[in-house]
């Protein structure tokens, strides 16, 4: 079965590094994806990795995957305030119908001064 | 980068009533597009997956003679809440893709208010 879980709720100051992590069940995901949702708008597709890598960075963001585990985490250095908002991962599985996504609960993140 | 655009941004309307929400690609051609729900302070529910040029897939629970889903082109899936009810009040956010299990992108959502 499908099941993504993330914590729900992550206060850093700025300037630090946030770390939110997201566990996952189906062993059969071809990519896993972090999203970014700020207050009544859309998704915001942050990063994403193919499930044979280990590790892809892009600029502030560093994404860390456990295959082994089906952990997935997502480093953001430097944090700011902009960055407050809810962080979503989230597994892709082929199906007929293309890649169907299954998201995680979602992690507040609050940055504060 | 691929745009997808989603309208309107939100709309109140009266029980009884029916209400079309339109998700477009901007930039590319999707022959799936994906329709999610969110209530508030909840993760993505994945209501269906529209295929341009045939029915819709529906996932379980989910009512196809009440979210009827037409996807007439390639760049085009609306999704109709007939008599809308209260609890249908909620975020509907539209989805596609450039080419099969390539990431997805997202619309800006539409939210939804029933009288």
């Known amino acids: 079965g499908e099941d993504v879980e993330q914590s729900l709720f992550l206060s850093v100051r700025e300037g630090d590094s946030s770390v939110i992590n997201c566990t996952y069940t189906d062993s059969s995901s071809t990519y896993l994806y972090w999203y970014k949702q700020e207050p009544g708008a859309g998704l915001q597709l942050l990063t994403y990795i193919f499930s044979n890598m280990d590790m892809k960075q892009d600029q502030r963001l560093t994404v860390l995957l456990n295959k082994k585990d089906k952990h997935l985490s997502l480093r953001i250095a430097d944090t700011q305030t902009g960055d407050s908002a809810i962080y979503f991962c989230a597994e892709s599985i082929d199906s007929r119908g293309g890649n169907k996504l299954t998201f995680g609960t979602g992690t507040q993140l609050k940055v504060e001064l | 980068g691929a745009v997808v655009s989603q309208h309107p941004s939100w709309v109140i309307c009266k029980s009884g009533t029916s209400v079309k929400i339109e998700c477009r690609s901007l930039?590319?051609?999707?022959?799936?597009m994906f329709w999610y729900r969110q209530f508030p302070k909840q993760s993505l529910m994945l209501m269906a997956t529209?295929?341009?040029?045939?029915?819709?897939?529906?996932e379980q629970g989910v009512e196809k003679d009440k979210f009827l889903i037409n996807h007439a082109s390639l760049t085009l899936s609306t999704l109709t809440v007939t008599s809308a009810h209260p609890e249908d009040s909620s975020f509907y956010i539209c989805s596609a893709s450039r080419v099969r299990n390539s990431p997805l992108h997202f619309g800006n959502g539409t939210r939804l208010t029933v009288t």
């Open positions: 930039d590319f051609q999707a022959t799936t």
């Open positions: 529209s295929n341009e040029g045939s029915k819709a897939t529906y």
